[in-house]
């Protein structure tokens, strides 16, 4: 990730943006990769086509272990790392999670292992 930082020939999309205005984000995504404006009409068309509920029959939330599209919801990600596995990917990723904003600093990964302690 850090080679991609910064650089300006890098469009950045985050799952939490898709999520919050999919519509807006796809507008933009298709602007900056053609240079060409997407309606906001034919924008929500292939919103609802490809879906969260349209693509797993389910709502966002609703979990499917053995699917690809597994919750369809923002932040649940660390709820699914044992403690080692946090240790490891905070060592690794810590500096760019804070970097991209989804951490304020390396703490998250102690609050995440409470959780998992808790949840057992």
């Not at 910064?6 to 799952?15: A, E, F, L, Q, T």
């Not at 807006?24 to 298709?30: A, K, T």
């Not at 906001?40 to 272990?65: C, L, M, N, Y």
């Amino acid at each position: 990730m850090q080679k991609w930082l910064g650089r300006s020939d890098v469009i950045y999309v985050r799952y939490e943006d898709l999520r919050q205005n999919t519509a807006q984000e796809l507008q933009r995504i298709v602007h900056e990769l053609t240079g060409q404006t997407l309606s906001s009409e034919h924008a929500k068309t292939i919103v609802d086509e490809f879906s969260f509920e349209r693509q797993s029959g389910r709502k966002p939330g609703e979990e499917s272990k053995n699917s690809f599209l597994r919750k369809g919801i923002v932040g649940d990600w660390p709820n699914y790392f044992s403690k080692e596995a946090c240790e490891i990917f905070n060592y690794y990723a810590g500096d760019i999670l804070i970097q991209l904003g989804y951490e304020q600093d390396h703490s998250w990964c102690e609050t995440t292992n409470m959780i998992l302690a808790i949840g057992r």
